[in-house]
Nanobody
Framework: QVQLEESGGGEVQAGGSLRLSCTFS????????MGWYRQAPGKQRELVAR???????NYADSVKGRFSISRDDAENTAYLQMNSLKPEDTAEYYC???????????RGRGTQVIVSS
């Protein structure tokens, strides 16, 4: 099993930045990709960023150019740097192991991000 725990959420004004962290433990050798989902009330879950073990990254169109995902395998940590935040980025953000649009191996409990206008 894989366990993940997010941190770094909070409230920020539009235009500001936040960095989310995700520490993972357990059967980490089974993990290839790491990623971040978000889900706002009344909206579908969205995979916003994904990074493979080789460092290849993918981003949702809604965050391209503003968000950056990275990972430090020596520290068992993944990060999501979020810049130029907009009110529509407000959501619960979840770290996930081996995420796709419809599947993930494991997911953390989430951390809330609120962007005020």
């Amino acid at each position: 099993q894989v366990q993940l725990e997010e941190s770094g959420g909070g409230e920020v004004q539009a235009g500001g930045s936040l960095r989310l962290s995700c520490t993972f433990s357990g059967n980490i050798f089974s993990i290839n990709a790491m990623g971040w989902y978000r889900q706002a009330p009344g909206k579908q879950r969205e995979l916003v960023a994904r990074i493979t073990s080789g460092g290849s990254t993918n981003y949702a169109d809604s965050v391209k150019g503003r968000f950056s995902i990275s990972r430090d395998d020596a520290e068992n940590t993944a990060y999501l740097q979020m810049n130029s935040l907009k009110p529509e980025d407000t959501a619960e953000y979840y770290c996930a192991a081996d995420p796709t649009d419809t599947y993930f191996l494991a997911r953390g409990r989430g951390t809330q991000v609120i962007v005020s206008s």
